[in-house]
């Protein structure tokens, strides 16, 4: 029998706030109080001055296998993670071969079992990503697929949209995540079209391609009473539309990136493509859009779009680079620096951000719950006022293409604890 005793920290989950201990045992939450007796060798983590909260969930990372392994790996990508805090994820099917049937999303599962968080995955909407056949999302929803997309590209054809939205109705728990950019608006585009784009000559992507996009789908999803999914929302205009949707009982969630919460267009100023990203970073008034939007509950999830690229993919001219950046091991510290530290959200609104609502929006139940006896036990230990310096060079990932290589951050994970084990100690990979 393995014991593990959190010791001296503050709780926060969806339930409240506490002092408490936490006793796991055998891989699920046994006790939850003051002062709990330590069973003889169980593991003890001290969580003084810290807070205990349930495990985050990434509900969009990019761990790039199969296909480009080069840039991430499952095993990679999940220690990233874990470090960051999360103890579960949901990879986006954009991978090489797109996991677009039954026997690559297995063979992806079984290379996230013995991960050191739990790995999900994504199923295409289509076959190929190619916008034109359905997927067999049945077949996918039996290996306990429940978010579909396209993510990478936009599902651009009405009827092709229609139909999934529709058939996804009869899919218990499933949710029709879009990647939502007019793909005719974007075409040739780098960056956001306003002014820093007219200034760097750069052609842009304009907040249309969004915003039309969104606008489209709510309709279709409100007409076929299916769950509909706007996934890094970019703009102003597309959380207007979220908001209004929710407001007359549209089945819709959405989610923002720390970046999109973070930097603005006037970061490609320097031509540097690690700024680069899909979609692209946007215009002051799409930052304070969203932040608007995240603290009035318009936006469900925060979600990192993790997508790490080989250092040599981005060290060429910024119209030629890949767009993505690294983010699981920052998005914690980003969000508290951002959100917290401002003033503008109490630190319990961010872990909902981060843990319980978007674990609610891709059906994880074992994950986010309250943390009381009887739960799995997928918990992340935070000290939030840690300050530190990113390296992009120390960071987990294969990659190293973050923009936020050498900020200084504030909040960090002291430990994780998934399925009961304690995979990250101190800040340090357990294995």
Same mark, same amino acid.
């Given at each position: 029998?393995? /014991?593990? =005793?959190?010791?001296?920290?503050? !709780?926060?989950?969806?339930?409240?706030?506490? $002092?408490?201990?936490?006793?796991?045992?055998?891989?699920?939450?046994?006790?939850?109080?003051?002062?709990?007796?330590?069973?003889?060798? $169980?593991?003890?983590?001290?969580?003084?001055?810290? !807070?205990?909260?349930?495990?985050?969930?990434?509900?969009?990372?990019?761990?790039?296998?199969?296909?480009?392994?080069? +840039?991430?790996?499952?095993?990679?990508?999940?220690?990233? @993670?874990?470090?960051?805090?999360?103890?579960?994820?949901?990879?986006?099917?954009? #991978?090489?071969?797109?996991?677009?049937?039954?026997?690559?999303?297995?063979?992806v599962l079984e290379r996230g079992r013995l991960a050191p968080c739990d790995v999900h995955v994504a199923g295409c909407i289509t076959r190929g990503r190619q916008g034109?056949?359905?997927?067999?999302?049945?077949?996918?929803?039996?290996?306990?697929?429940?978010?579909? #997309?396209? &993510?990478?590209?936009?599902?651009? %054809?009405?009827?092709?949209?229609?139909? @999934?939205?529709?058939?996804?109705?009869?899919?218990?728990?499933? !949710?029709? $995540?879009?990647?939502?950019?007019?793909?005719?608006?974007?075409?040739?585009?780098?960056?956001?079209?306003?002014?820093?784009?007219?200034?760097?000559?750069?052609?842009?992507?304009?907040?249309?391609?969004? =915003? #039309?996009?969104?606008?489209? %789908?709510? *309709?279709?999803?409100?007409?076929?009473?299916?769950?509909?999914?706007?996934?890094?929302? +970019?703009?102003?205009?597309?959380?207007?539309?979220?908001? %209004?949707?929710?407001?007359?009982? *549209?089945?819709?969630?959405?989610?923002?990136?720390?970046?999109?919460?973070?930097?603005?267009?006037?970061?490609?100023?320097?031509?540097?493509?690690?700024?680069?990203?899909?979609?692209?970073?946007?215009?002051?008034? &799409?930052?304070?859009?969203?932040t608007a939007a995240v603290v009035d509950g318009t936006i469900d999830a925060i979600a990192t779009d993790h997508a790490p690229h080989a250092p040599e993919t981005k060290?060429?001219?910024?119209?030629?680079?890949?767009?993505?950046?690294?983010?699981?091991?920052?998005?914690?510290?980003? /969000?508290?620096?951002?959100?917290?530290?401002?003033?503008?959200?109490?630190?319990? +609104?961010?872990?909902?951000?981060?843990?319980?609502?978007?674990?609610?929006?891709?059906?994880?139940?074992?994950?986010?719950?309250?943390?009381?006896?009887?739960?799995?036990?997928?918990?992340?230990? =935070? %000290?939030?006022? $840690?300050?530190?310096?990113?390296?992009?060079?120390?960071?987990?990932?294969?990659?190293?293409?973050?923009?936020?290589?050498?900020?200084?951050?504030?909040?960090?994970?002291?430990?994780?604890?998934?399925?009961?084990?304690?995979?990250?100690?101190?800040?340090?990979?357990?294995?």
């Amino acid at each position: 029998m393995s /014991a593990v =005793i959190i010791r001296g920290g503050r !709780v926060i989950d969806e339930r409240g706030e506490r $002092a408490a201990d936490v006793l796991v045992r055998d891989g699920m939450i046994a006790e939850v109080g003051p002062k709990l007796d330590a069973p003889a060798g $169980a593991t003890m983590l001290d969580a003084d001055g810290a !807070v205990v909260a349930p495990g985050l969930v990434d509900i969009q990372v990019h761990f790039r296998e199969p296909g480009r392994e080069d +840039s991430e790996t499952v095993d990679t990508g999940a220690r990233g @993670a874990a470090l960051g805090g999360f103890t579960a994820v949901v990879c986006m099917p954009n #991978t090489n071969p797109p996991l677009d049937d039954a026997a690559v999303v297995q063979a992806v599962l079984e290379r996230g079992r013995l991960a050191p968080c739990d790995v999900h995955v994504a199923g295409c909407i289509t076959r190929g990503r190619q916008g034109k056949e359905l997927a067999p999302l049945g077949e996918m929803h039996d290996l306990g697929v429940r978010v579909f #997309t396209d &993510d990478g590209d936009c599902v651009a %054809d009405a009827a092709v949209m229609r139909r @999934a939205l529709e058939y996804s109705t009869a899919l218990p728990g499933a !949710v029709i $995540a879009q990647h939502a950019e007019d793909p005719a608006l974007v075409a040739g585009g780098h960056m956001h079209e306003g002014e820093w784009s007219s200034r760097l000559g750069i052609p842009g992507r304009p907040a249309e391609a969004e =915003i #039309t996009i969104v606008a489209r %789908d709510l *309709v279709l999803a409100e007409r076929a009473g299916a769950r509909y999914h706007v996934l890094h929302m +970019s703009t102003a205009g597309a959380a207007a539309l979220v908001r %209004d949707a929710k407001a007359r009982g *549209v089945r819709v969630t959405a989610e923002v990136s720390p970046q999109h919460l973070t930097l603005t267009d006037a970061a490609c100023a320097g031509f540097d493509p690690v700024f680069k990203m899909n979609p692209p970073l946007r215009a002051q008034s &799409d930052v304070d859009a969203l932040t608007a939007a995240v603290v009035d509950g318009t936006i469900d999830a925060i979600a990192t779009d993790h997508a790490p690229h080989a250092p040599e993919t981005k060290a060429v001219p910024f119209e030629e680079a890949p767009p993505g950046m690294l983010g699981t091991e920052t998005a914690l510290a980003v /969000a508290i620096t951002q959100l917290v530290e401002t003033g503008k959200l109490p630190l319990a +609104s961010v872990l909902a951000l981060l843990s319980w609502q978007p674990a609610r929006v891709a059906g994880l139940a074992e994950h986010g719950g309250p943390i009381v006896a009887g739960r799995p036990a997928h918990l992340c230990v =935070i %000290d939030p006022s $840690a300050t530190w310096i990113v390296d992009a060079q120390s960071l987990a990932s294969r990659s190293r293409n973050s923009p936020f290589d050498g900020w200084k951050l504030t909040g960090r994970v002291r430990h994780t604890i998934c399925r009961g084990e304690p995979v990250v100690i101190d800040g340090t990979m357990e294995r």
